[in-house]
């Protein structure tokens, strides 16, 4: 009987000690390794404009620019790839009390799950289509879905729209009111009727750590804006990293390297 014993516990010590080695070579998975399958690197809001200005074939076109965006190789190896799950989320804004969660946070962990939210957000429909456009009131409402947001390490809020507030308050009395420390506001503006559009993303709506505007030269450049926009968000790239090259004419541009 005490030898079986004995023999019981010398074979528990020797397994004991090969699992721990088999832990320390990496045959088994370590905490560092749980931790970071689980681990959530950034949780992004897409907000979409839907005010007057937007007429229905621009709203097409920015729908369809975001899927394409979405279906981009390159941004999808930047959110399958990175080191940390994505989390996303997309509403459409208006005027002062139109604005519309339009897809819940998803985290995205595969092809199969991106494909869902492509095919969830090409068949929404159009929330509003005949309000003003209060951005101080939007970026109010993004606010309340960052706070129900999984926890993640960066939290960037992607507001697109080819105007300025004209109703309601400005974004910067946004962020004085709202929650937004921490929180990285990028712009997309999209170039038409208002030639402001582009000095009031850059002066008003850009907030935050690391914060951007990338530029449409009107809706139907939506999905090229749109891919270069995510490719940087989800890298985390900063300003200084890109790199001007020559455009299509030969005047300088920048491009992500």
């Keep these: 009987m005490g030898a079986r014993l004995a023999c019981g516990l010398t074979l528990g010590l020797r397994l004991g000690l090969a699992l721990g080695l088999s832990a320390g070579l990496g045959l088994l ?29 621009e709203y097409r076109l920015q729908k369809e620019g975001l899927a394409g965006a979405l279906r981009d190789p390159d941004v999808r190896r930047a959110i399958l790839e990175g080191g940390g799950s994505v989390a996303l989320s997309a509403y459409e ?18 092809e199969a799950t991106i494909d869902a939210v492509v095919v969830r957000l090409l068949s929404a429909p159009r929330s509003y289509n005949r309000y003003p456009t209060a951005m101080g009131y939007a970026l109010g409402f993004g606010a309340g879905i960052l706070e129900a947001a999984p926890a993640c390490e960066r939290r960037v809020i992607d507001v697109s729209g080819d105007g300025i507030t004209n ?29 402001r559009v582009v000095e009031y993303f850059e ?55």
């Design 167 to 195: 109703d309601g308050f400005r974004p910067q009395q946004a962020y004085t009111h709202y929650p937004f420390e921490g929180v990285t506001v990028n712009g997309l503006a999209v170039m038409g009727s208002d030639p």
């Design 29 to 57: 998975p370590s905490s560092a390794a749980r931790a970071q399958e689980t681990s959530c690197r950034l949780a992004l809001l897409l907000a979409l404009d839907v005010s007057s200005s937007v007429d229905d074939q």
């Design 203 to 257: 002066g008003e709506v850009r907030h935050g750590p690391g914060a951007f505007v990338e530029v449409a030269s009107g809706y139907r450049d939506f999905l090229r804006a749109m891919s270069r926009k995510l490719f940087r968000e989800l890298n985390d790239m900063m300003v200084g990293e890109l790199v001007p090259i020559p455009g299509p004419e030969g005047a300088p541009d920048s491009a992500l390297r």
């Design 93 to 110: 804004w208006s005027g002062r009390n139109q604005s519309q969660l339009v897809l819940d946070w998803t985290m995205l962990h595969d």
